[in-house]
Nanobody, 114 residues
């Protein structure tokens, strides 16, 4: 069972940037898809970005052009670069493997002030 630890969240003004990291306790080399999810207060958790082994990435419409997901298999780490942040991006962010779904980590809080 791979354990996932998210970090890099914080409080930022609208228009600012953050880079989230997700460190896995085991190898992610053989895991086809890794993703970043978020859960805002009172809302369901949603998958916002996915990256597959070949490097192709997919995003939900609301973050396209602002967020970039990447992975470093050698470091067993997945990243989410978030630019031009908006108040509606405020949420707890989690990473996981969409096709497997390991136990959830503690997440990292992102708060965007207007």
């Amino acid at each position: 069972q791979v354990q996932l630890v998210e970090s890099g969240g914080g409080l930022v003004q609208a228009g600012g940037s953050l880079r989230l990291s997700c460190a896995a306790s085991g190898s992610i080399f053989s895991i086809n898809a890794m993703g970043w999810y978020r859960q805002a207060p009172g809302k369901q958790r949603e998958l916002v970005a996915t990256i597959i082994s070949g490097g192709n990435a997919r995003y939900i419409d609301s973050v396209k052009g602002r967020f970039t997901i990447s992975r470093d298999n050698a470091k067993n780490t997945v990243y989410l670069q978030m630019n031009s942040l908006k108040p509606e991006d405020t949420a707890v962010y989690y990473c996981n493997a969409p096709e497997i779904l390991f136990s959830w980590g503690q997440g990292t809080q992102v708060t965007v002030s207007s």
